[in-house]
């Protein structure tokens, strides 16, 4: 965590998760102090000055943590580029999942961007609408959505998504998107549209059908709802996010369009980008 306006809020929804996780659960506060080069000698006093009071900050957070939500907390402060010091320090601490905020920057990926591309770890990126104003003790996670591929990955974020909604006893929706093709026009065209049509009607079908079968005596506590949609995945699940009033999306960090994902973008991280509510990435 940067330490900045979004602190709480990533730290209420990591307490909520560790309680999620139940008795024996322990939280790590860890704040980088990103330096892309070594600093001068000469800062070094400053840089320490600033490490004191970085540390004094995580302090008061444990203390909260432990007076207010009977979390058992950690802290610690180090320097290094981000992605290869969290990623240090989650192989040092045997972590098993992080939790970070999202801050998008216009001339490079954001943190949690890389980070979703560089960790293997699951990760709960804290960041839309519903995360604001949320203090310790509030985070609260009562509609879970699960997008679907039938990739291995999403299917292990599909596991994760059904222990999440029992532990919370929150309501699952899992979702198939199945993406539409270009349609060719014109006369000659018709037969290929027609074609297309069919394709896309029955893939609908075999995918609700997967669905129910997946879903099918999952122990999620409640039983999950399927949906199912065509047209772009990433604006479907905003879309189902904020129609349904979604907590949390919980979803594979890559799927059966990994080559693509190279180029253009996973939907992960373009969900990311754009969720209203948190999303918890599984690898």
């Known amino acids: 965590m940067d330490l900045g306006p979004d602190t ?18 322990s939280l790590m506060l860890l704040h980088v102090m990103d330096y892309t080069l070594t600093p001068p000698t000469y800062l070094d006093r400053y840089i320490e000055d600033e490490k004191k009071q970085n540390l004094a900050v995580l302090d008061r957070w444990t203390q909260r943590l432990g007076d207010e939500q009977n979390v058992a907390a950690g802290y610690e ?14 192989l040092k601490k045997r972590a098993d999942v992080l939790v970070t905020g999202y801050r998008h920057h216009m001339l490079r990926s954001s943190g949690a961007g890389r980070l979703i591309r ?20 509030t985070a609260d996670v009562r509609r879970i959505l699960c997008p679907v591929d039938f990739s291995a990955n999403s299917q292990r974020a599909l596991q994760w998504a059904g222990s999440l ?39 609908l079908t075999d ?44 979803m594979g960090a890559r799927g059966k369009t990994f ?9 992960s991280e373009s969900i990311v980008r754009s969720s209203p509510c948190p999303v918890f990435i599984v690898h």
């Not at 929150?170 to 993406?179: G, S």
């Open 8 to 25: 709480e809020a990533i730290i209420a929804y990591a307490a909520w998760l560790a309680g999620m996780a139940g008795s024996g659960t």
């Open 77 to 90: 402060v180090v320097m290094g580029r981000l992605i290869e010091a969290v990623g240090a320090y989650m």
């Open 259 to 267: 080559f693509e994902g190279l180029l253009l973008g996973s939907v």
């Open 118 to 137: 560089s960790l293997r770890q699951p990760m709960l990126v804290v960041r839309g609408s519903k995360s604001r104003g949320i203090g310790l003790g």
């Open 165 to 203: 909604a029992k532990s919370g006893d929150a309501e699952l929706t899992v979702l198939h998107v199945q993406p539409d093709h270009n349609l060719p026009t014109g006369p000659e065209g018709r037969k290929e549209v027609e074609e297309l049509e069919v394709y896309h009607a029955k893939a």
């Open 207 to 250: 995918a609700g059908t997967e669905l129910s079968r997946l879903v099918d005596g999952m122990d999620a506590g409640r039983q999950p709802a399927v949906v199912t949609r065509s047209g772009d995945p990433v604006a479907a699940i905003d879309e189902i996010c904020s129609g349904m009033n979604i907590d949390l999306v919980v």
